[in-house]
C-alpha cells in the first residue's frame, strides 16, 4: 500500500471501525462498524469508495423505500446561543 494522506501527507495509516454519520437533507443515518484507514498523524479517515456506497443505499433504502433500521435513537437538538 503506497498510499499518502491528502492533508498532512504521511503515509502511515491504520485499519479502523468508527461510527459514520451520513447527512443529506437534514436526514440522518448513524451506521457503526464502518472500516476506513486512519491517518496516524492528522487523523485524517479514508474509506474505501464501496463502503460509502453501500452507507448511501442504506440511506436509501431506509428514507427512499421505508426498510425499518435496525434501532432508532432520538438525538437532542439546541440552537446555539452567545452568552
Ligand atoms: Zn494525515
Same mark, same amino acid.
Do not use: R
Given at each position: 500500500m503506497n498510499?499518502? %494522506? /491528502?492533508? %498532512?501527507? /504521511?503515509m /502511515?495509516? $491504520?485499519e479502523k471501525k468508527i461510527q459514520y454519520i451520513y447527512k443529506h437533507d437534514n436526514n440522518y443515518l448513524i451506521v457503526n462498524n464502518v472500516p476506513c484507514d486512519q491517518c496516524e498523524y492528522c487523523g485524517e479517515q479514508y474509506f474505501e469508495a464501496? *463502503?460509502?456506497k453501500k452507507i448511501e443505499k442504506d440511506y436509501n433504502? !431506509?428514507? @427512499? $423505500?421505508g426498510k425499518k433500521a435496525k434501532? +432508532? !435513537? $432520538? *438525538?437532542?437538538? +439546541? +440552537?446555539? *446561543? +452567545? @452568552?
Amino acid at each position: 500500500m503506497n498510499k499518502v %494522506c /491528502n492533508f %498532512c501527507g /504521511n503515509m /502511515n495509516f $491504520t485499519e479502523k471501525k468508527i461510527q459514520y454519520i451520513y447527512k443529506h437533507d437534514n436526514n440522518y443515518l448513524i451506521v457503526n462498524n464502518v472500516p476506513c484507514d486512519q491517518c496516524e498523524y492528522c487523523g485524517e479517515q479514508y474509506f474505501e469508495a464501496n *463502503v460509502l456506497k453501500k452507507i448511501e443505499k442504506d440511506y436509501n433504502d !431506509i428514507y @427512499l $423505500t421505508g426498510k425499518k433500521a435496525k434501532s +432508532e !435513537i $432520538t *438525538v437532542p437538538l +439546541e +440552537e446555539f *446561543v +452567545e @452568552l
